[in-house]
């Protein structure tokens, strides 16, 4: 006689490990891998920021902003010189719609740190600030009222660089 055995037992392992490696894989992804999370603390302005980082004058960064109703959702080039956005661009058409219309709400990271400072003394639902090693942050999700429905905002900061004399920004 012979015995059949079913194959379904290695299939669920092999696709079982497959999506093991394809998770762990992409979760290794990402801007900053060594990043931290903090809950937003008043400092002043000049320091805001994880690990002691103090928002120089100039620098440049992108920033995907996203969720609620908003009127910063999009994703952008910022330049910022002597502490005040010299230039934005929007990289994508949300992006693009708000540097055309609404140009003076393209934010400095410092002006972003002020906002999660603000959700947490004012006791928002959530507010949270996610730093890379060297302390500038990276992520940063507020919301307001938990059953407030559009009231969140997420920003994500990527590409940051600090700009010395009239150097131009990469990218």
Same mark, same amino acid.
């Given at each position: 006689?012979?015995?059949?055995?079913?194959?379904?037992?290695?299939?669920?392992?092999?696709?079982?490990?497959?999506?093991?490696?394809?998770?762990?894989?992409?979760?290794?992804?990402?801007?900053?891998?060594?990043?931290?999370?903090?809950?937003?603390?008043?400092?002043?302005?000049?320091?805001?920021?994880?690990?002691?980082?103090?928002?120089?004058?100039?620098?440049?960064?992108?920033?995907?902003?996203?969720?609620?109703?908003?009127?910063?959702?999009?994703?952008?080039?910022?330049?910022?010189?002597?502490?005040?956005?010299?230039?934005?661009?929007?990289?994508?058409?949300?992006?693009?719609?708000?540097?055309?219309?609404?140009?003076?709400?393209?934010?400095?990271?410092?002006?972003?740190?002020?906002?999660?400072?603000?959700?947490?003394?004012?006791?928002?639902?959530?507010?949270?600030?996610?730093?890379?090693?060297?302390?500038?942050? *990276?992520?940063?999700?507020?919301?307001?009222?938990?059953?407030?429905?559009?009231?969140?905002?997420?920003? *994500?900061?990527?590409?940051?660089?600090?700009?010395?004399?009239?150097?131009?920004?990469?990218?």
């Amino acid at each position: 006689m012979t015995t059949a055995r079913s194959r379904v037992p290695v299939r669920l392992l092999a696709s079982a490990a497959l999506v093991a490696g394809v998770v762990g894989a992409a979760s290794a992804c990402g801007d900053e891998p060594s990043a931290y999370v903090l809950k937003a603390q008043p400092a002043p302005a000049s320091s805001a920021g994880g690990a002691g980082w103090k928002e120089p004058s100039s620098y440049a960064y992108t920033l995907r902003s996203g969720e609620g109703e908003r009127s910063l959702i999009g994703t952008f080039r910022v330049t910022v010189r002597d502490g005040k956005v010299s230039e934005a661009v929007g990289l994508d058409d949300s992006g693009r719609r708000v540097v055309k219309e609404l140009p003076d709400q393209v934010p400095t990271i410092g002006a972003l740190l002020k906002e999660a400072e603000r959700a947490e003394r004012e006791k928002a639902h959530k507010a949270e600030t996610r730093y890379a090693a060297d302390g500038h942050p *990276v992520r940063i999700t507020l919301d307001w009222d938990k059953a407030a429905i559009d009231d969140e905002a997420l920003y *994500v900061i990527s590409a940051y660089k600090p700009l010395g004399g009239t150097a131009q920004p990469n990218g």
